[in-house]
């Protein structure tokens, strides 16, 4: 919150995209093995997240929780992977001076009519909650629901804790959380129940994510997180899952999601108009999800103004043999530069 009073924060999400397209996650499940399995390539990603501008390392714990760790048949190896993804956040935090987030998250299970089914999930948060204390860390992300019932009751789950909690929905096709309310309601009962942030991450992308961002703007007083994810969504097709393209030729018809996406993917010109536009409407928290690279992230914080560590490394095309314009440029490289 101290972070917060003094201007915008960033946190870099997306990890199981980035990891899956280098290699080290399986897109479906989702389910970040790769903390258990190559905890130095989570290490590194932090790390380039950082250098990009992140002002936050959140612990890769998304999709750590029982139910999914069932799936997959890892759920005995639950606790130790769920505390090894704490402590590689907490290390780069340290070395870095970011702030350390834990994580809760969708379970996939939530009816608003299975009592015993949010009892399980509220024993699924409870065992996580107990692993981030125990841990440590500076405040709480729960995010990616597309249930106001289900928000609530990770809300409920981090209040417990005392931690500041940051909270944000996944919102679908229709606009509406899976109840039927609006997302600016929604955010409003979070705050209401004591939220210290509220807003939206995942789902959609900075075009369609804004609109939604004006109507919470309107209504909460808390800080607001905008998260989309970096793929150019429409108001046809609003969410990266609804995207078309009958070009790719992928298996599941002419639906790229997840893994054909990349012909629709943001551009960090993209992202950095997103950054102002969201930053006028009052947007004070930043971050990009599913689809991020450290490029977006880097562009997010030189749209706030800011100059991260790989700001050094920003282009600068004056330099470019034919496209640029220095001194001992030859004339007949600049005279190609329509031909290029
Ligand atoms: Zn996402």
Partial sequence: MERLADGPV??????????????????????????????????????DFVHAGSDVVEALTYYAHREKMRLIGREDE?????????????????????LV??????????????????????????EQMEWIVDEGVDFVIAETFPWQGEAELALDAIKQSGLPAVVTYAIHRDGLTREGITPARACKALEDQGAAVVGLNCARGPETMLPILQEIAAVCTVPIAALPVPFRTSESEPT??????????????????????????????????????????????????????????RAMAEALGRRP????????????????????????????????
Wanted: one cysteine or more; hydrophobic letters at 35%.
């Fill in 78 to 98: 639950l606790e130790p992977m769920n505390r090894q993804a704490l402590r590689i956040a907490k290390d780069v935090a340290a070395e870095t001076g970011a």
């Fill in 240 to 297: 990266f899952q609804s995207l078309t393209d009958s070009c790719s030729g992928h298996p599941d018809g002419d639906r790229p999601f997840p893994v054909h996406l990349d012909p629709m993917s943001c551009t960090r010109m993209d992202i950095a108009r997103f950054t102002t536009e969201a930053k006028a409407l009052g947007v004070k928290y930043f971050g990009v999800c599913c689809g991020a690279g450290p490029h977006h992230i």
């Fill in 101 to 126: 987030a834990g994580n809760i998250c969708n379970t996939n299970i939530y009816d608003p009519d299975d009592a015993a089914g949010q009892a399980k999930i509220r024993d699924l948060y409870a």
């Fill in 309 to 340: 560590p790989a700001s050094r490394y920003s282009a600068d095309m004056s330099k470019h043999y034919a496209l640029g314009d220095f001194d001992r440029q030859r004339k007949q490289d600049r005279d190609f530069r329509d031909r290029l």
């Fill in 10 to 47: 960033i946190c870099a999400e997306g990890y199981l995209f980035e990891l899956e397209r280098r290699g080290y996650l399986q897109a479906g499940a989702f389910v970040p093995e790769v903390v258990s399995d190559h905890p130095d390539v989570v290490r590194q990603l932090h790390q």
